[in-house]
């Protein structure tokens, strides 16, 4: 990879940065009004959607069509624009929508950015916390300005387990990794965001995240943020077709990283 100086990344990260505390604003507005909302049922009744992300996601398109019109975007609500500049937004616009239809504050706002395969800004907006997660390709990882640094003396056995699931595996898949986890003395919190729990790995409040299966726009973000706070991450198929589909996904500080991938056998 060429070195972020010659490729734009901390200009972009400032920008992405700025979209984020933006579209955080508009998501938290909607937030405190939710009783107004029509809540939509997607794949299934726990899979929901409101007005809140496809508007989030068209404010956070606009501003890439505005500052980058080369480059692609890969958002959850509204699919895939193509690159011609090389860089790919992928844009969770609400990650939690679950937490948040009902009232609960652990969801984000998920900005990533592709290039030549890598995550190489991550940037999450907690508005509910006042936090901001941002990352960057050798630039490290942040929280409200303060650098991220993951301490490897923490492990399964004396830190808390991140866990997501969704009804796109059996249950049986979830449920054999956590009677593993506890079996080896671990425990496990699932906030009903993966974005959320993965910046919250990279800031040191839980030691790893699994989930058996999901997307780009859920988890991109916050790989980047591990890896910027010396952490490490299961690669994300990202290749053509692929970077729509959703796949297993792994992060843990180093004190984690064997245990948690002999436990999800990856
Ligand atoms: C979901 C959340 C949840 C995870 C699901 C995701 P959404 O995203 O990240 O924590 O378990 O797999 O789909 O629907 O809130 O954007
Ligand atoms: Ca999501
Ligand atoms: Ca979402």
């Known amino acids: 990879m060429t070195s972020h100086a010659t490729t734009g990344y901390e200009a972009r990260q400032r920008f992405a940065e700025d979209v984020a505390r933006k579209a955080g604003a508009l998501a938290l507005d909607y937030f405190l009004r939710r009783e107004t909302l029509v809540i939509e049922a997607k794949k299934d009744p726990q899979d929901v959607v409101s007005i809140a992300d496809r508007a989030v996601e068209t404010l956070i398109r606009e501003q890439i069509a505005e500052a980058y019109p080369m480059d692609g975007v890969l958002g959850e609500e509204y699919g895939l624009i193509e690159s011609s500049s090389g860089f790919t937004w992928v844009i969770d616009p609400i990650d939690g929508t679950s937490p948040f239809v009902n009232g609960m504050p652990t969801w984000c706002v998920s900005i990533?950015?592709?290039?030549?395969?890598?995550?190489?800004?991550?940037?999450?907006?907690?508005?509910?916390?006042?936090?901001?997660?941002?990352?960057?390709?050798?630039?490290?990882?942040?929280?409200?300005?303060?650098?991220?640094?993951?301490?490897?003396?923490?492990?399964?056995?004396?830190?808390?387990?991140?866990?997501?699931?969704?009804?796109?595996?059996?249950?049986?898949?979830?449920?054999?990794?956590?009677?593993?986890?506890?079996?080896?003395?671990?425990?496990?919190?699932?906030?009903?965001?993966?974005?959320?729990?993965?910046?919250?790995?990279?800031?040191?409040?839980?030691?790893?995240?699994?989930?058996?299966?999901?997307?780009?726009?859920?988890?991109?973000?916050?790989?980047?943020?591990?890896?910027?706070?010396?952490?490490?991450?299961?690669?994300?198929?990202v290749e053509g077709e692929r970077l729509t589909k959703g796949a297993p996904v792994l992060a843990a500080g180093p004190g984690a990283i064997e245990d948690l991938r002999t436990l999800a056998q990856l």
Do not use: K
């Not at 399964?156 to 956590?178: E, K, L, Q, S």
């Open 112 to 237: 990533a950015l592709l290039h030549q395969g890598e995550p190489v800004v991550g940037v999450i907006a907690a508005p509910c916390q006042d936090e901001l997660y941002s990352a960057a390709h050798g630039l490290g990882a942040r929280l409200n300005g303060t650098p991220l640094r993951i301490d490897g003396s923490r492990t399964i056995r004396n830190a808390v387990t991140g866990v997501g699931a969704n009804h796109h595996v059996p249950p049986r898949t979830v449920a054999d990794f956590v009677e593993a986890l506890l079996t080896q003395g671990g425990t496990f919190i699932r906030n009903g965001s993966g974005a959320l729990m993965l910046a919250y790995v990279a800031a040191g409040r839980l030691v790893g995240y699994y989930e058996p299966y999901m997307h780009a726009w859920d988890c991109l973000a916050g790989y980047c943020l591990v890896r910027e706070a010396g952490g490490w991450f299961l690669p994300f198929p």
